[in-house]
């Protein structure tokens, strides 16, 4: 059974630093999503990584992955309160019934002015 | 253009009602899943429809669930004898082909709330 976890769950930080949000999973995958939800909305796609070593980067956000350690990285760039949001990380999966996405717990980030 | 859309976007029922919750996908995609997320909760999958059809209904939460899609477009995931535990967000997603992975696109949701 896939199962994708994220650390931390909860993040507070605050305007100016950095951070890292790490995603584990659990089987074979080359396909690793990020996307973020703010509250009451839906989620809304970040990055999509597809190869061993790939990096996307959007602004203040970096996304990495290491299909090898099965772990890819979510790393905030000198925070702004506009990037309080919550972030989920997914995995999707083929079987003989068809795809099926798994997602992490998410982590709730609050940047403090 | 449009995206994928769902009504109601609220819904309040009592407790064994059934609902039925409506779900729009982004026109020429074929693929939709349906997923549940509870208060303060990640995303749980719920199902999975290729075209009209749904190889794989085990990630719905119980036999009082149950989920269509016709014309490969609109889909409705029906709720009989609702229970307080249903009480969550219901999110629709289609997605499209990117070459090398499948692109999701989620709607609004429908907030359920069972009284």
């Known amino acids: 059974e896939l199962k994708v976890e994220q650390n931390p769950l909860f993040l507070s930080m605050q305007e100016g630093k950095n951070y890292t949000i790490y995603c584990n999973y659990s089987t074979t995958s080359d396909r690793l999503y990020w996307y973020r939800q703010d509250p009451g909305k839906s989620l809304e796609s970040l990055f999509v990584?597809?190869?061993?070593?790939a990096v996307k980067q959007e602004g203040r956000l970096m996304a990495s992955l290491d299909t090898k350690a099965r772990l890819s990285t979510l790393h905030i760039t000198a925070a702004v309160h506009d990037l309080s949001a919550t972030y989920f990380c997914?995995?999707?999966?083929?079987?003989?019934?068809?795809?099926?996405?798994?997602f992490g717990p998410g982590t709730r980030l609050s940047v403090l002015p | 253009g449009a995206g994928v859309s769902q009504s109601p976007s609220n819904k309040v029922t009592e407790k064994g009602k059934d609902v039925e919750l409506r779900c729009d996908p982004i026109?020429?995609?074929?693929?939709l899943y349906w997923y549940r997320q509870s208060l303060g909760q990640g995303l749980e999958f719920l199902i999975y429809f290729q075209g009209n059809s749904a190889p794989d209904k085990s990630g719905l939460p119980s036999d009082r669930f149950s989920a269509e899609r016709t014309g490969g477009s609109v889909s409705t995931l029906t709720i009989q004898r609702t229970q307080q535990e249903d009480s969550a967000v219901y999110l629709c997603?289609?997605?499209?082909?990117?070459?090398?992975?499948?692109?999701?696109?989620f709607g609004p949701g429908t907030r359920l709330t069972v009284t």
């Open positions: 026109s020429g995609h074929t693929a």
């Open positions: 997914a995995v999707d999966m083929w079987d003989n019934y068809g795809q099926n996405f798994v």
């Open positions: 990584l597809l190869s061993n070593g």
């Open positions: 997603a289609s997605s499209a082909y990117r070459g090398k992975y499948y692109e999701q696109y």
